[in-house]
């Protein structure tokens, strides 16, 4: 995983509540079994059938920022989500609140999610509306989120910062100490379904 | 002070802690399927390493498959996209090099990954359990700490067997009280999900409680778990009490002898403590719930069948109010129209909210004797073979192709359409299944969540309804 520290670039503002991960990559592309190639489907039916969406405004050609509504990334658990975002280019996602899994699978990734109050997400939506030049800066070392004459702390805890600084492995990491591992597997109860394997 | 059901289960799973760490928690059963599984494999073969324990890994075939097969079933030429076949042959690949038991198509255990657990034993009090799905709260009903991972997890549990995890809150639904007749488990979550909307589960581990849970089957008891992701919970658990024990004895992986009496001692002391504390609770009046569907495109945007669709403008808060703009403009519906007046073209009774035995019971006790409207096509599918078999010994698939809908075979068809079974642009569903999001069941598709015993009832009718509409006319 890249390593995340400071990152800025301009935004794209996506004033919608409640965008599921179907949304956000249609069903139709999980079929494939590769880890990369989903920019294609990003928001594919927004972007097919809504000439005014904002991923089809050349005014945001480019930006690596998405700033979205609440409750961000909804509903199904599919990591391709993420992917798709990933692939098109955007390094952080805004939202005032995320879905549980999708925060999960993006801090996984790499990709930075950053809940700031919904006033805060607002006044960013309408900053970038009305200047799509605007640079807004996401600060991971000082947990900060700037943008011109704005700067708001963000909370993310200790642990995944550091994870996300050093682009570390979770996996790695908990392969560091497998003794424990070992150790509780000897304390499980006798009775646990298991299956035969081949 | 005393601990709830969800920090027992917690607790229990520990492997390791730390301060300024996540807990690491071990995962007892990990089920796989083949859409969110074939990037992690990937990914345990690039890092050179193995899984851990394909004894406590389970796969099956569900997502892609067609339902219209013929048996016996050889092979994957039944499906017709490349891609799909790909990913279903690549999950086949994965589990002969990996070595993890495998239900592929055809095969008398295949089928939807949380209807196959819970027939098979699999899914006990007491487990953690997880699949890179998330309705894997389902196997909660059992009080067991389930819940859906992404494909970075999924690898992380086959190379580890665990997870690290931030601790969630707790939280209760209690719901005390005596339903309505005709009031099921669906409208009973659609109702939680209604009232909380679509965030209020948010980081919280929720536990069902109150007298509607207790009285309800164990099936019942799942089809409230699996929507607890629809709320945005980490996880919804019931508690095991002498339902879960009566459910599971027998079954071809739960405990027996010595090991049965041990266990269900232990299955006992899975309860919230009597001075525990939640961090939050919510309440809601059984008698107040009827027969809810939802107008809308998330599951939170719902209302009682005997309402209307709402208008945008009573909404307080300015996100609410354009997400029900957009809802209805995509819905194709105005505000103030009863909800029975609106006709569907689909019906489709099936998945892992609404797919098992007793939920095509329901189906075939409203159909037994009528027709399904002219106008509507009807699907029935069932959650595994087994259910299918089961079905049939007991000739509902009779009651069901005599009334003119369609039996098929085993997976999770319409819920979400990644096989052929999906709505045409603009055509409208009720569906048993758990997600009305735009485009779910086919491009641009429209979804209303509805009841096993609603879904019978408007494909009789041709419009939302429920059974005690077909009394009266």
């Known amino acids: ?196 394997t081949r | 002070m005393g601990k709830t059901l969800a920090e027992k289960l917690w607790e229990g799973h520990l492997v390791h802690t730390a301060p300024g760490e996540p807990d690491l928690i071990y995962i007892d059963m990990h089920l796989v399927h083949e859409v969110t599984s074939p990037q992690a494999f990937d990914g345990l073969r690039l890092a050179g390493r193995g899984v851990r324990r394909p004894d406590l890994t389970l796969a099956t075939e569900d997502h892609n498959t067609p339902t219209d097969y013929t048996l016996p079933l050889l092979g994957t030429s039944s499906i017709k996209d490349d891609v799909s076949r790909t990913q279903i042959e690549t999950l086949r690949r994965n589990c002969a090099e990996f070595n993890i038991e495998l239900y592929p198509m055809g095969d008398v255990e295949q089928g939807i990954v949380h209807v196959i657990g819970p027939q098979l034993g699999i899914t006990q009090p007491g487990m953690t359990m997880v699949c890179g799905d998330s309705h894997t709260s389902t196997h909660g009903a059992f009080g067991a700490l389930a819940f859906g991972i992404g494909t970075s997890q999924v690898e992380h549990v086959l190379a580890t067997q665990t997870l690290p995890l931030d601790r969630p809150k707790t939280m209760a639904v209690m719901i005390d009280g005596e339903l309505a007749p005709g009031v099921t488990a669906k409208d009973v979550i659609l109702a939680v999900i209604a009232q909380t909307g679509t965030g209020g589960g948010q980081g919280y581990m929720v536990e069902y409680r109150g007298s509607v849970f207790e009285q309800m089957s164990m099936e019942a008891r799942m089809t409230v778990c699996n929507m607890s992701i629809e709320w945005g919970a980490r996880a919804g658990m019931i508690a095991p009490d002498q339902v879960t024990f009566d459910y599971l004895k027998g079954r071809t992986h739960a405990p027996s002898g010595a090991d049965w009496d041990a266990a269900v001692e232990y299955w006992h002391t899975l309860r919230t403590d009597d001075d525990a504390e939640f961090d939050a609770e919510v309440t809601l009046d059984a008698a107040a719930i009827s027969p809810f569907v939802t107008w809308g495109t998330n599951p939170g945007q719902g209302a009682p069948l005997s309402g209307s669709v709402p208008d945008p403008a009573d909404y307080v808060e300015a996100s609410d109010r354009i997400s029900a703009e957009k809802a209805l403009a995509y819905m194709g519906l105005e505000a103030g129209t009863p909800l029975r007046d609106i006709k569907v073209d689909t019906v489709f009774v099936g998945s892992c909210t609404n797919g098992r035995i007793e939920d095509l019971r329901a189906t075939a006790e409203v159909l037994k004797g009528h027709k399904v409207a002219d106008s509507v096509r009807m699907l029935i599918v069932p959650g595994s073979m087994r259910v299918k078999a089961q079905a049939e010994e007991e000739g509902l698939d009779q009651v069901f192709t005599d009334a003119g809908a369609e039996w098929r075979q085993a997976g999770c068809s319409m819920c979400l359409g990644m096989n052929p079974d999906q709505l045409a642009p603009g055509e409208r569903s009720a569906s048993t299944s758990n997600r009305n999001f735009e485009g779910r069941q086919g491009k641009g598709g429209r979804t209303h969540l509805v009841s096993p015993l609603v879904a019978a009832a408007t494909a009789i009718t041709g419009h939302l309804a429920s059974p005690a509409d077909l009394v009266k006319s």
């Open chain 1, 1 to 196: 995983m890249d390593k995340f520290t400071v990152h800025t670039g301009r935004a794209v503002p996506l004033r919608r509540s409640n965008v599921d991960t179907d949304q956000i990559i249609p069903a139709v592309y999980l079929k494939r079994v590769t880890r990369t190639g989903f920019e294609d489907a990003l928001f594919h039916a927004w972007r097919a059938n809504e000439p005014g969406f904002v991923l089809n405004q050349d005014r945001f050609a480019g930006a690596s920022v998405l700033v979205a509504g609440p409750d961000f990334g909804t509903g199904s658990s599919r990591e391709h989500a993420v992917w798709a975002l990933m692939d098109y280019g955007f390094r952080v996602v805004i939202s005032p609140r995320f879905a549980d899994i999708f925060r999960g699978n993006s801090l996984k990734a790499g990709l930075l999610t950053v809940m700031l109050a919904e006033k805060i997400v607002q006044r960013l939506l309408d900053d970038i509306e009305d200047d799509p030049s605007t640079e807004v800066t996401i600060d991971l070392i000082e947990r900060q989120v700037r943008w011109t004459g704005e700067v708001h702390d963000f909370e993310l805890d200790d642990y995944t910062r550091w994870r996300l600084l050093e682009g570390l492995d979770d996996i790695g990491l908990t392969l560091r100490a497998p003794e424990y591992i070992d150790s509780y597997e000897q304390s499980r109860k006798p009775w646990l379904p298991a299956l035969t």
